[in-house]
């Protein structure tokens, strides 16, 4: 019978400098898995939270610019008349500059996301819009604009001032439940990092106690852990952050160019064609090393406690 | 000067290990630490690398009390002992080099402060070609010679072994103890604990004998 010897698997050759405290262990990679995961969720939700307050912003700025006056077709009366005595009505209140009244193509342009291109809207006796621009909000009196308009028959104002409010309601409750996200995930993220140091120290036990023994301060032993552990938070909060930054591009590209492009303009109303822009990527850019830096800080106490303890 | 006044210890609610032990140990004296197994030679030693406090009495390291003495200067005490423990308790992810330098690194030398030093240092333990080798590749001798490297390369004032001689063949053992003379004649205080009657025999040393938690003196 013969048998096989097999030399043992030769580890690699290292330099005198290699770490103290080693570099691979299941706890540490558990713990890189762990910050990657929450950085990229803290990423998406700043980045999610970004993207509907500027989407709001935008909406809300055009919206603010301009009021629209309604003019309903009623019987016995020329709509036509009705819209000019509107539009020269409104053009002598102070603070109002131009208004003019919306073509048939304009308004087929506005409906197109919603009813689809191609429809036939000839036939169908649609209101007249006149959009009535705003040069001096301050100097405009919108109820006295309101009361003279009201004389148009047929005619109504519309200010959007319900909806303004409406939509500042939402965007709030969106950016603080974000934050409130934000803040649920780095709460778990600093337990959890608790977790893994203190999973960490205590399996490495036998290397604490050597490093006492050949005269390590507790500063020195500390410090080769949070080596580790800041190494570890910076690796991890990076790949997260990478990746939240990739699910961005990936869904702008996914809005451009996949999707067709009526549901792809309802999206873009919604969210401004998922261009993060430059406030977003910066935000993006804060959350990595906020987390790699959360992840370092909150191990470097643990590993204080631990050492504390263990030589009371 | 290290001095035992009355000192006790008993592990937990244990009996006592060892009881009242009161003597001196002169500076640049050597001595075998002996007695049967369990008669508390690791106990002592523990006592002497103060990692373990008596249950009674006092003990004075390098002319200082050291009840109750604790960070820098419990460090500053530590980093005068060598110490080859019984199972070697090498760091199994460092190489046989980086462990020997460990002592050193510690304190804060750069690696070229040292690398001259503990090459040379392991080649005359005869581990010149095991120096990237991890400790689970070494045999129980290598191992050994490695453990005892590390606790003389800081050059320490009191050197403490623990049955250093266990695991090597005799012709080795007897190149150790010639190692541990020799840091003896430059001044390094030397306590070595060991049962191995053939070593007792051959080197002409003051023993320490521990039975039943006492301490007796033969010169
Ligand atoms: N950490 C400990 N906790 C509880 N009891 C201990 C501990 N260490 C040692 N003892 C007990 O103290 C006594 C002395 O042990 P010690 O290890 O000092 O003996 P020793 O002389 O070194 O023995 P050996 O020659 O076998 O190494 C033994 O009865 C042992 O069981
Ligand atoms: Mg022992």
Not at chain 1, 260 to 289: H, K, Y
Not at chain 2, 5 to 21: A, C, F, H, I, Q
Request: hydrophobic share 45%; aromatic share 6%.
């Amino acid at each position: 019978m013969t048998e096989t010897v097999q030399a043992p698997p030769q580890k690699e050759r290292r330099q005198g400098t290699a770490p103290i405290v080693p570099v691979t262990s299941v706890a540490s990679r558990t713990l890189m898995l762990l910050v990657t995961i929450m950085t990229f969720l803290s990423c998406v939700t700043v980045g999610s939270v970004v993207l509907i307050q500027k989407s709001a912003i935008g909406w809300s700025a055009d919206v603010g610019r301009e009021v629209t006056i309604e003019i309903r077709p009623m019987a016995g009366e020329v709509i036509e008349s009705n819209v000019r005595t509107a539009i020269s009505l409104a053009e002598s209140v102070p603070g109002i500059g131009r208004a003019r009244v919306l073509s048939q193509d304009e308004v087929e342009g506005l409906l197109a996301p919603w009813l689809g291109r191609g429809l036939d809207l000839t036939n169908l006796k649609l209101p007249q819009l006149v959009v009535v621009e705003i040069a001096e909000p301050q100097a405009l009196d919108v109820g006295l604009l309101s009361r003279t308009i009201a004389t148009v028959p047929g005619a109504s104002l519309e200010t959007h001032a319900a909806w303004r409010q409406q939509l500042n309601v939402m965007t709030g409750t969106v950016v603080v439940s974000g934050l409130l996200v934000l803040a649920l995930i780095l709460l778990a993220t600093i337990l959890a990092v608790v977790f893994a140091t203190r999973g960490t120290m205590a399996s490495s036990r036998e290397i604490v106690d050597v490093l006492h023994f050949i005269g390590a301060s507790n500063q020195f032993i500390a410090s080769e852990f949070q080596k580790r552990f800041l190494t570890i938070g910076v690796t991890g909060g990076a790949i997260g952050g990478v990746a939240a930054l990739m699910f961005f591009l990936a869904a702008s590209l996914v809005v451009s160019t996949v999707l067709p492009s009526e549901s792809s303009a309802q999206l873009g109303a919604l969210f401004g064609r998922f261009a993060l822009g430059l406030d977003g990527i910066a935000a993006i850019l804060i959350i990595v090393p906020v987390v790699g830096g959360l992840t370092a800080l909150t191990s470097r106490l643990t590993v204080r406690r631990f050492l504390e303890q263990i030589s009371s | 000067m290290i001095q035992f006044e009355g000192v006790g210890l008993s592990y937990g609610d244990g009996p006592p290990v060892l009881k009242n032990l009161s003597f001196r140990i002169a500076p640049g004296s050597f001595h075998f630490l002996t007695g049967p197994s369990g008669s508390g030679k690791t106990s002592l030693l523990r006592l002497l690398l103060l990692s373990r406090r008596p249950s009674a009495g006092r003990i004075v390291m390098f002319g200082d009390d050291t009840t109750g003495l604790s960070g820098d200067r419990l460090l500053a005490i530590r980093r005068r002992i060598g110490i080859v423990f019984q199972e070697f308790r090498l760091l199994d992810h460092l190489t046989t080099f980086e462990n020997v330098a460990l002592p050193l690194r510690v304190q804060g030398l750069p690696d070229s402060a040292y690398r001259e030093n503990v090459t040379e240092l392991l080649e005359w333990v005869g581990l010149g070609q095991r120096m990237e080798a991890l400790p689970d590749v070494l045999s129980g001798g290598e191992k050994q010679r490695a453990a005892i490297a590390r606790a003389v390369i800081s050059k320490s004032e009191l050197l403490l072994a623990d049955e250093p001689t266990g695991n090597v063949d005799p012709e080795l053992s007897e190149r150790l103890m010639h190692l541990f003379a020799e840091l003896n004649k430059m001044g390094t205080t030397v306590v070595v604990a060991t049962h191995e009657t053939s070593l007792l025999k051959k080197f002409a040393v003051p023993r320490m004998v521990l039975k039943d938690g006492e301490v007796r003196f033969h010169d």
